[in-house]
């Protein structure tokens, strides 16, 4: 059966490069799924989950948000962090939301990065929650 290559980048280090059989990525305006032959393709990661599946076995990764490229049957995710789920720190994903929102927001620079900071403690928190 033929296979996609998934690539996970953050700026530190390739993070995930394996071959697989499908991957879910958050979009910032949905989920999009890619099975080997997809059509090339680039798109904008929300802070959320992506998946792998390799036969039965699935998993699952905390991706930041960043940018997907789809070419040639190759996934490569750029982002500014990843990690696997079973990595998320529950506690301090918790502790990084209540320290977003008592940020102050007193212009609109401060309020997107507090926006942005918030999303992306909600998303740990709800991907390490569904382990």
Do not use: W
């Not at 039965?56 to 789920?85: C, I, K």
């Amino acid at each position: 059966m033929a296979q996609i290559q998934l690539v996970i980048v953050t700026p530190e280090k390739t993070t995930l490069d394996q071959m697989v059989d499908a991957v879910t990525v958050t979009l910032f305006d949905g989920e999009a799924g890619f099975l080997p032959g997809h059509a090339p393709m680039i798109g904008r990661l929300g802070p959320g989950e992506l998946r792998a599946r390799v036969g039965s076995e699935e998993s699952r990764y905390y991706v930041e948000g960043g940018n997907v490229q789809v070419e040639d049957n190759v996934v490569s995710v750029l982002t500014g962090q990843s990690m696997s789920v079973g990595e998320i720190d529950l506690a301090a994903a918790k502790a990084e939301l209540e320290a977003a929102e008592a940020e102050s927001a007193s212009n609109p620079a401060l309020a997107e990065m507090k926006q942005k900071a918030i999303a992306q403690a909600q998303a740990k928190i709800r991907i390490a929650s569904k382990s």
